[in-house]
Structure formats: C-alpha cells, structure tokens
C-alpha cells in the first residue's frame, strides 16, 4: 500500500487555489494560460521536482512530472471555468501529485502525475488532452480562438519557452483521474465515492435564425419575422419532443443566445444560439440531432426565418477500463464500504482523450449540492481525502 | 402659399445623409453626440443661418433655426439610432429648413424649424425633446446612461461650446413633424400620406430571472434553475394571455436579451431582458401590464427563480391637436387626392412630449416594404415631395 499524507495534500490543495483566488467564497478564475494559469504551473513543476520526478512542459502546455521507467499516469487539469471552483481538475492534480511522491518516497510503484492544458475549453474542448491524444490536430487547434479572437497559436506562445516534446504515451501503463462528481447524487445519497463506468457522449453546434429587424412600434405582429420569437418556439417544440427519447440522465441547454441588435425598440433580425445535448448512448445522440434540425427547419419554415448552423463538435461516450475500474471498485469496498457506487460520468473529462491512448478509469467524490463550474463549489475535506486514500489504494493492487 | 423647391430639399437631404453614412445602402450610424451627429448639427446650423433664421443650440443638443417673431415650429431629430436609416427624423428636420427657408424668401409666414436630440434614445427614450418639455427633469437625464456606461451628463458636454439657454416655448404657434411611416399600411395601400390621428403610448421595463448556474452536463433537468427556460416560458404564456386583450395594431417586443454566464457548457444562472408594449389605449397598456407582472411571478415560482424589475418607463397615447390635423388634411386633400388616410402612429416621436408645449401634429410619407430602424429603410422620392407640398400647404393654410 502506498502511504498518502492527507495534510500535506489539503495544504497543496489551497496553495493552489490561491492562484487566481476570486476573493468569492473558494472560487478562481484561472483559465488556460492566464497569468494565474501558468503561475500555477510552474509552482506544480517545483511541487513535481520536489517530490523526486522530473517536470516536462509538452509544446501545448500539459505539465507532466514523470518517473524514470515506464509508470502509471494519474492526473486531470489546473485550469478553471472563467467562474470556477477551487477543485474541478486542481484535486486531481494535487492527488495525482500526493500518491506519486508517496509512492516515491515509498520506493515505488512507479507513478507519474499530469495537468493537462485547457480542458474547460477556452480554446475548445479538453484543448490539451485533445491534441496529446490525436483527437484534435495541433494546426487546427491552433486556429481556434477564444472569445476575444485570440487564437490558440498565440496564446500557447506565452508558454513556448518552458515546452519540450510531446511525452511518449507507451511509457504510461494506464491513467486514473479523481474529480468532484459536478453532480447531486453522491452528495443526497450521503455517499463518498463514485466508481465511474462511462463518461457520456457530447454534441455542440451553433445556430442562426436569420428574420427581419424592424421597428418595434410599427411592425405588426402578424407582419414580423422575429428572430427571438424563432428560438423560443424551437425550445418549446425540443422540450416536448425529447420526452418519447431521452432518459433521466439525458441533459440538453440553450447556454448561449446572441440577438441582434439586441435593442428594445428593435423587433430581433438574427439570434445566434448554442444546442448542446449529452447521453450514454451514441444513437440517442443522433436521434436527438435529427429532432433538432427537423425542428429548427420547421421552426424557420413556419416564421419565414433563414436557418444555418455552425460546425457540430461530437464526442462519442466512452467506457472505463474494466481493470483499472476493478482496481478502483475493489478499493472503494476497502475504504469506503457502503459508502460509494458507480455511475455515469455527465461531464467530459480529460479521461475521454487519454482512454483512445490507453486503459483509462475515474473516481469521483461528491459535491456539495452538486454545484460547480461555479465560484459556489465545495467538498467537504474529509471526503476529499476519502477519495485520495481510494485512488492510492486503487494504485497500490494496479501496482508498477 | 409657400413655394418650396424640391430640388434643393433632395439634396440637402442627400447632404445631411453623408454625416455618418454606413456605407450599406443609404444607411447612417448617427447616433446622438457622436463625431458624425455633432458635425450634422453643424452643417445644419450653417444651412440655418443661410436661410435667414437664427441657429440657436439648447443645453441638452436641440437645434432651433429661429424667426425674430413667433412663429410655427416645424422639424423632428437628425440623430439616427445605431444601425438607422437616411430619412427617419432627418426628413422632418430637411423639409422644415426648405419650408422655413421658402417662406422666409416668400417674406411669410414665419416659421420656425428644429432638430431635436437624442430622439432614438441612447440615453433615454426622446430625450432631448423630452427634457425641452419637462417630461423629464434634466438631473434624471444627466444620470442616463447608454449601453457603454457613459452618461448624458458626459455626453452633452461635447455641445457646451455651442450651447445657450432652452427656447421658451411660447414663441411656437404650434408643431407640424413629418415623419416616414415606419410601418407598411401606406406602402401596400400605394398612398402617398398619412394624417396621424395620436400617437400610441408605451411602456418599457426590464425583467430580470435569477436561477442557478450549473454545469450542463452533470446537473439533471429536474434539477435545473435555468433562467433561459424562465424567459422562454414567459414568453409562450404572455403570447397565449394577450390574445384575449389586444388589438391588431397592439405590439410587444422582447427585443434585448442578455445570459449570464452566456456559455455553450453551463446552465444559464440569471437572464435580463426588455419587455416593451404599446396600444393607443391607457387602460390596454395597463391590462398588458398586469398580464406580464402576474405571470412573471407564476413562472418565478413554478421554476424557482427569483425574480426583479427595473423601472418601467411609460408614455400615455398623445391626440394631435385637432385645427393642426384639419390643415394637413385639407392639404393632404389638396396635393393628393384619394392617395392618403388618417392613421395612428405606433411609433413614438418628439411631437409625443412637444403636445405637451402646444398644439402640435404629424405627417407620415410611406416606407418601403414597411422597413424602418434599419440600414434597408427607404422612401420613393417622389412621395417625399408629395409630402414636403403637403405640409407646406398646411403651414401656409395655419399662416403665422
């Protein structure tokens, strides 16, 4: 077994989160390479130096601390939300960080530890973790801009002069990643730890309803092209359509709308808007899509709208490793019994790249009334350090 | 009568619409105090002078071209609003001039013209003719602000050089506006000229929901405070409600939305939106009023949000003076017969608060298609001088 110090690994944790404190509750604001960002990792690469592996910059800002040999890679990501909590991808991190220095001082298992780069995705989705794992190119990353229009190319020049290769992913054995659940079931069940099974697939497109701007005052209403009143009767129609398809853990948000002009005397020329929808099951996937372009083509045929969308992004779900699952399963039982469950992973995570590179699994502890993405976040301590014993013991019966 | 020349009213028209052009069409960005609408002012001060009246510029941007005597008051605004069109208030300004100019060289009677400021309301709503006729106290209006955050109190300081003291109103027999339609009733119909009867009152607020910001893959829909799915709910009920209360010539616009955090991946937390309606009926407005206030709160409660209202402007439905309306209707008569109508104006106008002052009425020329508030907005220029002949008739009928 491998001996983690609990201390040591909560003082870490809020070491952490001062870099890019909001000064609202426990929230940061660190997004990816963001002053508080690279800060951050570079006081992790001397956390990594001090704790015996040798720090690597890879060529998109993914820090690795890496033993000499061949090793497991435990790990997630330091960058935040633009409103984010303190745990997110940093406890996994700190943990992966913990047990590879335990370990270390242990004289082995052999455990290497990574911060991927962007997965919150101002850039893209799981930027860093996409591109090390082939899912995403590196030139076309590097053409994806954030909101301001700085592209990808620009911002990971700040960076440039720490970076050395791409890491070879044959010398990792496999990947455990531990991250707060972002959901409420752990947390009402009274539950510690969640055994991940699969993490849920994803699509994302934008869409415009293009109608005609006119004055508010004058435009009779039977003689509007309102772009607004489009999207509103294409979420009503969705809402109800999805019933005969979806499941109870089937998600989808409208969390993006853009009028124009967006003013109040102006009946709204163009809406730009984002459908996002998630669910386990590939082929729900696409039947959801078909009922939103079915319905955003009725929609703009009905309102005598103009209809176009932008580019799908689409992750198909992903299964855990049935061996790394075990060893997590088995370890939970041990420190935890009674007290976890697996489950469905809602959210994307960096273990949805790295699994097309090798055996990957995932571990989750609750949150508190399942906030995140929020400065409001929180897990209670006891339960983080729950979750790193289970992780360490999970390591410890995968051995080197 | 008075013996306008159509050629020069073209083109100062045509003039005044390179102050500002958006080079889209004949559309101008105009809006008020800006480098192009200071430089309009200026321009139209000089043609103000050479028509032998005196420029005369209010505390607050209003430009008067003066007559020694009384006089009538003819004119609108040059200030367009943000993505505007080449005649809106330009129009009613430019035929006042040539009128004013004709008459003066006809040795009578006198007349009087204006541009008043701020009619499209970056700071407000019709805030210059608003101030000018106390239907808004001036230290209210100097805190306005527009979308940037600068106030009127800031944005007027430009114009203090050239400013003197408000034209007391006393000196004005009365107020002729001609304005564009804005709406399609005289374009589909092929007439030449609309004598408005009233212009219809309004009510503007703002209306914010309060939900809970979440990740949008891990939180459940029945868990979800989404304050989009608020909005789009209010919306089909308002939609519903109001059938049983309005009128075909009732309009209502969400025409500004704004989400927090406004992001592809996260359940949007808190939405601001307009909600703007207008009728020419008082006791319709309030009825509206109720429908909106009630049912925002039912759909605050039935979705757990929380809910608020920023102050609500509201104007009544103004009647033009009665003698005013029957000298453009024997003109109308006169210059067009069997090619115009009277009509209610559903937009409102700076003759909405300068009825306030004195007998005040309204002219409206056709708009293409209807269209207004936009950079495609147009009128035939024949119907323009149809309508420059009719309100000249009228002020010669109205004499001095």
């Known amino acids: 077994m491998i001996r983690v110090n609990p201390e040591r690994f909560l003082k870490d944790l809020h070491h952490l989160r001062s870099f890019g404190a909001a000064g609202v509750g426990k929230g940061v604001v660190r997004p990816a390479f963001s002053p508080s960002d690279v800060e951050a990792r570079q006081w992790l690469a001397a956390q990594i130096e001090a704790a015996g592996l040798r720090p690597h910059f890879d060529p998109v800002g993914n820090l690795f601390g890496l033993t000499e040999g061949p090793s497991l890679l435990v790990g997630s990501h330091t960058d935040s939300q633009p409103e984010g909590g303190w745990l997110d991808g940093a406890l996994g991190v700190i943990a992966g960080l913990e047990i590879a220095r335990a370990a270390h001082e242990a004289g082995g298992p052999p455990v290497s530890v990574v911060s991927f780069q962007d997965e919150e995705g101002r850039f893209g989705v799981t930027t860093g973790s996409a591109i090390w794992s082939r899912n995403l190119a590196l030139e076309v990353?590097?053409?994806?801009?954030?909101?301001?229009?700085?592209?990808?190319?620009?911002?990971?020049?700040?960076?440039?002069?720490?970076?050395?290769?791409?890491?070879?992913?044959?010398?990792?054995?496999?990947?455990?990643?531990?991250?707060?659940?972002?959901?409420?079931?752990?947390?009402?069940?009274?539950?510690?730890?969640?055994?991940?099974?699969?993490?849920?697939?994803?699509?994302?497109?934008?869409?415009?309803?293009e109608g005609e701007q006119n004055h508010a005052g004058t435009t009779p209403m039977h003689r509007r092209r309102d772009a607004f009143q489009g999207l509103a009767r294409f979420n009503a129609l969705i809402n109800e359509r999805f019933r005969n398809v979806v499941t109870p853990s089937t998600v989808w948000t409208i969390g993006h709308v853009a009028l124009h002009p967006d003013a109040h005397s102006i009946v709204p020329g163009r809406v730009v808007f984002s459908m996002q929808w998630r669910d386990g099951v590939s082929d729900r996937l696409y039947r959801m899509e078909t009922i939103i372009r079915d319905t955003a083509e009725e929609v703009a045929r009905e309102a005598g709208l103009d209809l176009s969308y932008g580019e799908m992004l689409g992750l198909e779900p992903v299964p855990m490793d049935a061996r790394l699952r075990a060893a997590l399963c088995a370890s939970a039982g041990a420190v935890a019994p009674g007290r976890w469950r697996e489950m469905q992973s809602g959210a994307l995570h960096d273990a949805t790249n790295v699994a097309r590179l090798m055996p990957a699994a995932m571990l989750f502890v609750p949150s508190i009334n399942g906030i995140s993405h929020a400065f409001a976040e929180d897990t209670d301590e006891g339960e983080l350090v729950t979750g790193l014993e289970v992780l360490a013991g999970a390591v410890a019966r995968l051995g080197g």
């Open 141 to 209: 990353a590097d053409r994806q801009t954030d909101r301001s229009g700085l592209s990808f190319a620009e911002a990971r020049r700040v960076m440039a002069p720490m970076a050395g290769d791409f890491v070879d992913p044959s010398r990792f054995a496999g990947f455990l990643e531990m991250h707060i659940e972002q959901g409420p079931w752990l947390f009402e069940a009274g539950e510690a730890v969640g055994v991940v099974t699969d993490i849920v697939g994803i699509r994302d497109m934008r869409i415009t309803f």
